[in-house]
């Protein structure tokens, strides 16, 4: 149906900077909202921002300032810029999208999860 790849993790030193990339592909008609997540060890997920179609964003406070979240709609690529990075932002980054797909009879929208990129910010 859908699939959703990330890339871009990795290990940064304390103030330092990474960009996340997530490209969707399968049989998409169209994404609506796109958006990127985190769990860090012993911790539930949770929302870092979101962007919708129309570029409309969303942040969590402990990504305001610091995070841009844009988008390629061309491209079905939802992009995540984390600069000046704590160790609080270690964790595991899952990219989401809602999107609605063909199918053999008719679309339908769902929500999809890529399996995650490991972010590591340590000295």
């Known amino acids: 149906q859908v699939q959703l790849v990330e890339s871009g993790g990795g290990l940064v030193q304390p103030g330092g900077s990474l960009r996340l990339s997530c490209e969707a592909s399968g049989r998409i008609s169209r994404i609506n909202d796109m958006g990127w997540y985190r769990q860090a060890p012993g911790n539930q997920r949770e929302l870092v921002a979101s962007?919708?179609?129309?570029?409309?964003?969303n942040y969590a406070d402990s990504a305001k300032g610091r995070f841009t979240i844009s988008r390629d709609n061309a491209k079905n690529e939802v992009y995540l810029q984390m600069n000046s990075l704590k160790p609080e932002d270690t964790a595991v980054y899952y990219c989401t999208a809602n999107v609605v797909y063909r199918t053999s009879n008719f679309p339908l929208r769902d929500n999809f999860w890529g399996r995650g990129t490991q972010v590591t910010v340590s000295s």
């Open positions: 962007i919708s179609s129309g570029g409309s964003t």
